[in-house]
Each structure stands twice: as C-alpha cells, then as structure tokens.
C-alpha cells in the first residue's frame, strides 16, 4: 500500500485511512458489547465525540500555541502545518482532561466511562494491526516468516481479549473490568516484547 491515495486532486495518507478505519472499528465494537441504556450510550458518544473534536483542534493548532507568532506572520500555515509529536501530547492531554471532567460533571459512573474506552482501544487496536505490517527480530528457525511478525501476535492478543470481553456478562458495567483488562493486556505485551523485539 501506497503512502498517499489520490482521489482526484485530492491526496489522503493511507495512514490516516489506517487511523479513520480504527477509530470506526473500535466504536463498532463498543456498541456491539454495550448492554447499558441508550440514555446513558449516548452520554458516552458525547464523550467520545468532544474528546476526539478537542485531540484534533489542539492538535492542529499545536504550532500556533507554541509559537504565537505564526498567527501574524503566516496565518494559513496553521491549516498545512502538521502538528506534530508536541501537538499528539498536548491533544492527548486536553482530551483526557476534558473527558475527566465531563464524566465527573454528568455523573456517569467512571467503570463504564473506562470500560467503554477499553472496549473502542482494543477494536481500534485490532483494526490497525490488520493493515499495519510490523517485524521483529530475526527468527532462529526456520519458517514461513524470516522475522517475528508483531502484527499478528498483536491481531491475535486483540482476538483473545475480545472474546473475552465478550463472554464475559455485562462487560462494560462491571466494576473489575479495567483490572482485568490491564492485567491481562500487560502480561501479553511483555510476553510479544520478549519474544519479538
């Protein structure tokens, strides 16, 4: 796959497509194992929706706030400048804090808050790594890969906690669920570390 798809004029980074079709894929999967009222579903929409508009406007207006200047001097480079590694954090950290406060504002319970996040990362995490092509370290015998393939021991981690996820009764109400989930997920990302890198 190319590094840019053109669509007429238009030029789109397969990687934001990677990133789009994630995003799509993990509240796919949220709403799948939802089981909660629709009243309260829709709080977390809201929730998921104000988060990701806030990561995207301080992320691309990430170069304007570290250097002001840029407003007077080439105003329209804040539509075509990336907003790089500092802007990724700088969103990250308005969205988390954002969240934090909406959720303690409307009083949504915070196990639901953080298992509906769960549920969105590991669909997003499985539909990236479809498309995502990532290798380790040489492998010492010989088979069908010469080196570690990360992706599909990442698809499969994804796969298993899914089905998890799923089996289990009223998944994202549960009050246990993020210890489990970071105790399980844990475990098997320093198991792919220490296979793979």
């Known amino acids: 796959?190319?590094?840019?798809?053109?669509?007429?004029?238009?030029?789109?980074?397969?990687?934001?497509?990677?990133?789009?079709?994630?995003?799509?894929?993990?509240?796919?999967?949220?709403w799948a194992v939802w089981t909660g009222s629709s009243e309260q579903?829709?709080?977390i929409e809201?929730?998921?929706?104000?988060?990701?508009?806030?990561?995207?406007?301080?992320?691309?207006?990430?170069?304007?706030?570290?250097?002001?200047?840029?407003?007077?001097?080439?105003?329209?480079?804040?539509?075509?400048?990336?907003?790089?590694?500092?802007?990724?954090l700088w969103g990250m950290a308005a969205s988390a804090a954002m969240i934090v406060f909406r959720t303690y504002r409307r009083n949504i319970s915070w196990h639901v808050v953080a298992n509906s996040f769960i549920a969105v990362y590991l669909g997003a995490?499985?539909?990236?790594?479809?498309f995502e092509r990532q290798y380790g370290k040489l492998m010492s015998h010989s088979s069908l890969f010469f080196r570690h393939p990360i992706h599909l021991y990442q698809l499969l981690l994804s796969v298993l906690v899914m089905l998890w996820m799923i089996g289990r009764r009223?998944?994202?109400?549960?009050?246990?669920?993020?210890?489990?989930?970071?105790?399980?997920?844990?475990?098997?990302?320093?198991?792919?570390?220490?296979?793979a890198r």
């Open 1 to 30: 796959m190319g590094d840019v798809i053109a669509i007429g004029p238009l030029l789109i980074r397969t990687s934001w497509m990677i990133w789009f079709a994630a995003g799509v894929g993990g509240y796919l999967f949220w």
């Open 41 to 43: 579903r829709r709080a």
């Open 46 to 88: 809201q929730l998921f929706i104000d988060g990701v508009s806030i990561y995207i406007l301080v992320w691309k207006l990430s170069p304007a706030i570290a250097d002001p200047s840029l407003l007077w001097r080439n105003p329209l480079g804040v539509l075509y400048l990336p907003g790089g590694s500092k802007g990724v």
């Open 125 to 130: 995490h499985f539909i990236y790594y479809l």
């Open 170 to 195: 009223k998944p994202i109400e549960r009050v246990d669920g993020p210890y489990w989930f970071f105790a399980v997920w844990g475990v098997g990302q320093w198991l792919i570390w220490m296979i």
